[in-house]
Nanobody, 120 residues
Framework: QVQIRESGGGLVQTGGSLRLSCAAS????????MAWYRQGPQTQRELVAS???????YHSDTLAGRFSISRGNSQSEVHLQMNGLQPDDTAVYYC??????????????WGKGTQVTVSS
């Protein structure tokens, strides 16, 4: 199995910054891409940003310029730098990894999420 662990969430004031981290561990042979999603109290889960193993990044049009995804030291680690945070950014932020596994083939694995709260 593959475990996804997010970290870095917390409480921040409007205009502040946070850096989320996500690491995949366990039995996998390759990570094709990793992504960040978020789900606010009254909203559906939405894609924030993603990055492929080759380093190609995608950012939501509404968040590009404030949020930036990057790879860590390995293909199984990503970060999300969030600047200029607003109360509307309050959400649970989830990370996923699209990975090849010996037992289950290629699957998308999800973390449990990390809470980001932006106070006004």
């Amino acid at each position: 199995q593959v475990q996804i662990r997010e970290s870095g969430g917390g409480l921040v004031q409007t205009g502040g910054s946070l850096r989320l981290s996500c690491a995949a561990s366990g039995r996998f042979t390759r990570v094709w891409s990793m992504a960040w999603y978020r789900q606010g109290p009254q909203t559906q889960r939405e894609l924030v940003a993603s990055i492929t193993s080759g380093g190609n990044a995608y950012h939501s049009d509404t968040l590009a310029g404030r949020f930036s995804i990057s790879r860590g030291n390995s293909q199984s680690e990503v970060h999300l730098q969030m600047n200029g945070l607003q109360p509307d950014d309050t959400a649970v932020y989830y990370c996923n990894a699209d990975a090849d596994t010996p037992q289950a083939g290629r699957r998308v694995f999800w973390g449990k999420g990390t809470q980001v709260t932006v106070s006004s």
